[in-house]
């Protein structure tokens, strides 16, 4: 198992934005596809951006496009989301995903590493 250690959650108001970040160990291939998913209190889990290993290929969930962003820094199979004109429907626990591949995927269930998550709260 793979540690994904994610920071930069927080508590924001409406309008504003966050920059999440994830890093995997400094020993692990870097040629990993990752993800962001999320996950509001009573609610399934929700597919957010992926990008494969190289940064060529990026999908969006559609409740993020155009809003979000995903990069990533092959140093350390490192992730980011940036996450701008925030809404309230955003809240939730951001979790961050290594697929053991070069491409990227919607699926959770193809993915073999997760970090801890973080909490996003957006105010109205």
């Known amino acids: 198992q793979l540690q994904l250690v994610e920071v930069g959650g927080g508590l924001v108001q409406t309008g504003n934005s966050l920059k999440l970040s994830c890093a995997g160990p400094?020993?692990?291939?870097?040629?990993?596809?990752m993800g962001w998913f999320r996950q509001a209190p009573g609610r399934e889990r929700e597919f957010v951006a992926a990008?494969?290993?190289?940064?060529?290929?990026?999908y969006y969930g559609d409740s993020v496009r155009g809003r979000f962003a995903i990069s990533r820094a092959n140093v350390r199979n490192t992730v980011y989301l940036e996450m701008n004109n925030l809404i309230p429907e955003d809240t939730a626990v951001y979790y961050c995903?290594?697929?053991?591949?070069?491409?990227?995927?919607?699926?959770?269930?193809?993915?073999?590493?997760w970090g801890q998550g973080t909490q996003v709260t957006v105010s109205s």
């Open positions: 400094e020993d692990a291939p870097r040629n990993y596809a």
């Open positions: 990008i494969s290993w190289n940064g060529l290929t990026k």
């Open positions: 995903a290594l697929k053991r591949a070069f491409d990227a995927t919607l699926y959770d269930y193809e993915y073999d590493d």
